[in-house]
């Protein structure tokens, strides 16, 4: 639910109201969201991810997968080789 507060100013022939969007706080790294208690994913270089949306700035590592890169990726026999 978004809560939102109204400041009503009053000046000397009219009433202004205005909405004043509440501020999202800046989570400590590696964290992201509402109230900051959502882990970061599985960044690329162990980046830390955006505070609000939770995505990675340079992708995912490798095998990781999905916008905040919390997505395993399936490995099968066939993805590993060896080269003579």
Do not use: E
């Not at 706080?25 to 969201?33: A, F, L």
């Not at 830390?48 to 997968?65: A, I, L, Q, S």
Request: hydrophobic share 25%.
């Amino acid at each position: 639910m978004n809560t939102f507060t109204s400041i009503i100013i009053l000046h000397r022939q009219a009433i202004h109201v205005t909405t004043v969007f509440p501020l999202l706080p800046v989570c400590s790294p590696y964290y992201y969201g509402r109230a900051c208690n959502s882990p970061c994913g599985q960044c690329r270089g162990d980046d830390v991810c955006n505070n609000v949306t939770g995505t990675c700035p340079n992708g995912c590592k490798g095998h990781w997968t999905g916008p905040n890169c919390n997505g395993k990726q399936n490995i099968t026999v066939n993805d590993c080789f060896i080269t003579p």
